[in-house]
């Protein structure tokens, strides 16, 4: 049975300040994937990681992949409010769109 | 990105009545589209694969007969909710992608969700 695991599960930010979320993941799959989510919303795409060593960056969140030990990193720089929302990771391991979901890491960001 | 609907995005019924929710993707035709279901406070869950012109695949622990889906086109899949109970209200969520050769394409896009209560 493929597990997908994030952690922390909740994560109180500093402002200012860097913070990792890390996903392990049980099973090999070539292709993961982070989101955002919103209080009453649906998923926002952040990251779609497609190889082993991939890293991809937009503004303060930077993802990166190591398909060897199934781990994956959501990095945030110098936190800031806005930042505050769900995390998920997810895995598609048979590379047909059956995500499987980590159990989100909720991200609150104070002053 | 590519824009997928979703219709209604809210809806509260009776316990023992139905409730069909729409799918659709705006601008692309999508062969492959996913239903999720998620709880208050909890990840999403894979109900199943809807393929367009052929049966979809549940996920196991889904009820097929209690949750009918059809996949008649290649822009619209709907989700209906049969004989609905209070632990059926969830915030339902599709996805769809399109397909290349044998494997989907890396990205799948997600709809805004439908919030349903059973009362």
């Known amino acids: 049975e493929l597990k997908v695991e994030q952690n922390p599960l909740f994560l109180s930010m500093q402002e200012g300040k860097n913070y990792t979320i890390y996903c392990n993941y049980s099973?090999?799959?070539?292709?993961l994937y982070w989101y955002r989510q919103d209080p009453g919303k649906s998923l926002e795409s952040l990251f779609v990681l497609l190889s082993n060593g991939a890293v991809k960056q937009e503004g303060r969140l930077m993802a990166s992949l190591d398909t060897k030990a199934r781990l994956s990193t959501l990095h945030i720089t110098a936190a800031v409010h806005d930042l505050s929302a769900t995390y998920f990771c997810?895995?598609?391991?048979?590379?047909?769109?059956?995500?499987?979901f980590g159990a989100g890491t909720q991200v609150v960001v104070t002053p | 990105g590519a824009v997928v609907s979703q219709h209604p995005s809210r809806v509260i019924c009776k316990s023992g009545t139905s409730v069909k929710i729409e799918c659709r993707s705006l601008?692309?035709?999508?062969?492959?589209m996913f239903w999720y279901r998620q709880f208050p406070k909890q990840s999403l869950m894979l109900m199943a694969t809807?393929?367009?012109?052929?049966?979809?695949?549940?996920e196991q622990g889904v009820e097929k007969d209690k949750f009918l889906i059809n996949h008649a086109s290649l822009t619209l899949s709907t989700l209906t909710v049969t004989s609905a109970h209070p632990e059926d209200s969830s915030f339902y969520i599709c996805s769809a992608s399109s397909a290349a050769g044998a494997r989907l394409l890396h990205e799948q896009y997600f709809g805004p969700g439908t919030r349903l209560t059973v009362t």
């Open positions: 997810a895995v598609d391991p048979d590379s047909w769109g059956k995500l499987q």
């Open positions: 099973t090999t799959s070539d292709r």
């Open positions: 601008d692309f035709q999508a062969t492959t």
């Open positions: 809807s393929n367009e012109g052929s049966k979809a695949t549940y």
